[in-house]
């Protein structure tokens, strides 16, 4: 067993990493809250997995145990899908005292945590994510949303959970196309902040679990120096500008959101090191361990106007600039606040092909 503390003051919480896990849920979140009464929010595929052994665990820990399924995908994470949560949530007469847990992957996290955060002003919330990219960075930091037709998570708050559970072995169900998309937001840590871990990644050189780790503990020191994403924690956001418009431009069904950012990453990167602001070879380094993990890297055929049109909406908008996310070199990020307009040459210059 693994286990890092994320500390926040009362709002503190421990990180538990241990295989078989799933199993002993229900003694992990008794006493963490003081109600009696829980509702488990899955999708269709986790649940039919991990729901049962999930629900009979917590009884056994004398809980009264409801849950609610929604349909796997993206589409999912809607704000037309909160009534149906609520009304679960108010069908098992939930109370703040009581608690929601998230069982799956970063939609389910994202989803079922606003839901409990907006659901009677606040209940307790338990992350218990299922999917590489969930386990190594959604679950961990509070951030919970739900996307709108014109951007993705632009109705959110800063939610954070009372525990978040592990189980690695979660990951031995796990489709290969979406562990690939949990290596998109793993590399993006080692990119950013940690050039050993990179070079491990890079080299295969990390077991499964100590990678989990690895990502959590990046993860939560960010979120210690700035919870609410004003200055340092929107490094975590390095791929994302381009990634989340990407996602956008394709109805969130062409690209996952690893994919998407790891085209972010290596697109954003290619661009910098032309105007002078990256150390050159940086954005080859990338591509390279891009494609050792089977992961998309090209910019795709897209209408500039609407791309444009979504990066106007990212919530890195602040104060008329828009602060993208770039790195000097492997392990070095820094927040490079530009015009609207001046992101065009960016862009322009990416949709040349360059």
Known sequence: MKKL?????????????????????????SGIFPGKRVCVVSDGNVAALYLSRVKNSLAS?????????????????????LPTLYNAFLDAKLSR????????????????GYAAASYLRGVNFVQVPTSLLAQADSSVGGKVAVDLPRGKNLVGAFFQPKKVLIDPDALDTLEPRYYRDGMGEVIKHGCICDREFFEKLASGGIDREEMIYANCRIKAAFVERDERD????????????????????????????GEAVAIGMYNITKLAERKGLTKAGTAERIRMILEKY???????????AAIAQAVSHDKKNLNGKLNLILIREIGESFIYSIMPEDFQDFFRGLTRGI
């Open 294 to 304: 089977s992961l998309p890297y090209e910019f795709p055929e897209t209408d500039r």
């Open 97 to 112: 005292s009581d608690l929601v847990i998230a069982l799956g992957g970063g939609v389910v996290g994202d989803l079922a």
């Open 5 to 29: 503390k994320l500390k926040l003051g009362e709002r503190s919480y421990n990180i538990i990493i241990e295989s078989g896990v799933l199993d002993r849920i229900g003694l992990e979140v």
């Open 230 to 257: 004003a200055g340092e924690r929107m490094k975590l956001n390095f791929g994302h500008t381009l990634g989340h418009a990407i996602e956008q431009y394709y109805d969130f069904k062409k690209y996952s959101h």
């Open 61 to 81: 820990a004398g809980l009264e145990v409801s849950s609610a399924v929604i349909p796997p995908g993206e589409q999912s994470k809607s704000i037309n899908s």
